[in-house]
Structure formats: C-alpha cells, structure tokens
C-alpha cells in the first residue's frame, strides 16, 4: 500500500470508523475528494475488513453542470462494478419552503438521501470525502463566527453512520494520487464563487495565512481543531452526566434543580442549558444568545424568557421549561 492508504487506515483505526465486516456506502460527487475516497476504500476493502456496497450520488439541480456530474458518476461507478444509486432534488423549492438558505437545504437533503439510499442497500456506514483542506476551512468559518469548542473541533471523523476517513489527508495529495492512477474527476465551478464564506477563506484567507507563516498551514489548523474537538467532548461527556442527575421531566417540559445546576463550572453549565433547551425546542435551532438568556434568568436579573419552542421559569427553586407548541 501507498502511504496515502496507510494514513487512510490509520484515521480508519484511530477513530473506529468501521467496524469489523461492514458495509459502506460512499457519497460520490464526482469531484476529486469523493472520487479519491472511493478508490481508497476499494482498496483497503480489499484485505477483507469491510465492504463497500455502493455508491450514492444526489443531482442538486442547482448548476448547469449537475447532469455532466451525474453522468460521470454513473459512469465510474460502471468501471468500478459497484452499483449507483442516484436522486434528483429541488434545492431550492425546499429552502423556501422550508425558510433554509440553499447551502443548509443542500445538506439536509443529502444526508437524508444518503440515510435513506444506506438503509436500502444494508450500509452501516456512509462515507463522505471530507479533507484536512476542509477542516481547516470550517474551523476558521467558526472562529470567525465566535463558535465555542464544540463548533471550532470542525468536521468530526463520525457523527452517527456518517464517517470521514480523509480529515487527515490534504487535498493535494489527494489529487496526486489521482493524477499517478491516470483517474479523472469534474470540477464544480461553485467552488470559484468568491461570494461564497467557504470559497473566500479557502481562495484569500489560507493563502495569505501561508504567506504569514511561510509554509502550509492546513495541516496545524486541522490539529488545532482536533485538539479542541477531544477537549470538548470530554465537556461534553461532564454536561451530560450532570443533566442526567439535575434534570427531571414533567408534563411535556423539563425540572432542573437551579442549586444542583449553579454548581457546575460556566462551561459545563452551557452545555446543560443547550442539552435542556434541544430536548424541549422540537427541533428548532438553539443560539448561544438563548443559553445566555437563561444564564441572566438563573442569575437573577430577569424573569422568565421564551426561547425556540420554550418558555422557561424558575419556580420554587427549579428551572422549568414549558414547551410551546407551534411557538
């Protein structure tokens, strides 16, 4: 094996990404990540560890370009005898329908699709080309977006079924390697839209990052992320032991002792709060600006406040969150 398969099957190992005869799915674009990702995993399936049992590809129907993409996609999955499904989607009919900006929609519908098509062929895995490349740009996104450690760990190597094998491998290598096999892929031409955050950190921001340090910066920044990342879900782990010993719940709501609960350290506080106000908000997006309201609620220095979906009170030495439906 080369060394990019070594370093693919140690991120494999280090994070338990697959266990033991397992079948995964690849999300396939067509682009140089996703198509490097799937001949490295038919590769190292090779030594029977794991299957790969097909591949997915979902038309957005937002660039002129999607059917070129489709049909490449089609087209390699022929050469590599895996079989393809592939969906077509109204992006933006759904963001707007849903209040969602087309980037968000985008997501929603491909992890969806990319549940739903692992489901259909007995994939306990899905495996999306997410680079070093990336996760440097998503933690500079979220610096910049003041994000706490849970945002500025970046793009974790699994969340659920979805896992990520190339966060330790840059983009170029991966291009290199395609390059020495003499494969192909397509270029989104998105990706060159300067009006998009991502496309200007990765165009102006690093580039100008490198020149700062006088070498490539990529790789620190993703270490730096990933250091974050472990230290925030051993906080993680702290809040959710403490949630379970505070929190009650009660007639469609919830019962925090406050006595129990001002005890915790601010950041494992935080962390209470936000697990709390997700079990009540029905799915609505819960801001620090609400975690920040109810720390001025337990501080004293207001009454009760609404945040999504959720009325929350101190009552007789409990924080009690009402949930409001259709709030």
């Known amino acids: 094996m ?41 590769d190292l399936s090779g030594h029977g560890e794991f299957r790969v049992v097909g591949l997915a590809h979902l038309h957005h129907g937002l660039r002129p370009t999607a059917d070129r993409d489709e049909a490449f ?41 990319l549940e739903r098509t692992a489901t259909a062929l007995g994939a306990t895995r899905i495996a999306v080309g997410h680079t070093q490349d990336d996760q440097a740009e998503t ?72 020149r700062a340090a006088g070498g490539p910066t990529r790789g620190a920044i993703a270490r730096a992320a990933g250091l974050l990342r472990d230290d925030g879900q051993w906080l993680d782990e702290l809040a959710r032991e403490r949630f379970q010993a505070v929190a009650v719940e009660r007639n469609g709501g919830l019962e925090l002792d406050v006595h129990a609960l001002v005890q915790a350290p601010l950041p494992v506080l935080r962390r209470v709060l936000l697990e709390a106000m997700r079990r009540t ?23 009760g406040v609404d945040v999504p979906g959720t009325r929350v009170e101190v009552r007789a030495g409990k924080l009690v969150l009402l949930q409001q439906a259709g709030r």
């Open 281 to 303: 908000a029905g799915g609505r997006e819960i801001g620090l600006e609400h975690i920040e309201a109810v720390l001025a609620l337990l501080g004293g220095t207001q009454g």
């Open 139 to 210: 933690f500079l996104l979220k610096l910049m977006r003041g994000a706490g450690l849970t945002g500025l760990g970046g793009i974790y190597p699994r969340r659920d079924s979805v896992i990520r094998p190339l966060l330790d491998v840059s983009r170029a290598d991966l291009r290199a390697y395609l390059a020495d096999r003499g494969e192909r892929w397509v270029e989104d031409e998105s990706n060159e839209n300067l009006e998009i955050p991502r496309n200007r950190i990765r165009h102006r921001v690093l580039p100008e990052l490198d």
């Open 73 to 113: 996609c089609s087209d390699f999955a022929t050469r590599v005898r895996l079989p393809i499904v592939v969906e077509r989607v109204d992006v933006s009919s759904y963001a707007a329908s849903h209040g969602l900006s087309t980037e968000d929609a985008a997501r929603r519908l491909r992890y969806a699709f």
């Open 2 to 42: 080369t060394a990019l398969h070594q370093q693919v099957r140690r991120t494999l190992r280090r994070h338990g990404l697959i266990p033991p005869g397992a079948g995964v799915l690849i999300g396939l674009s067509g682009g140089s990540d996703s198509v490097a990702l799937s001949r490295l995993l038919l």
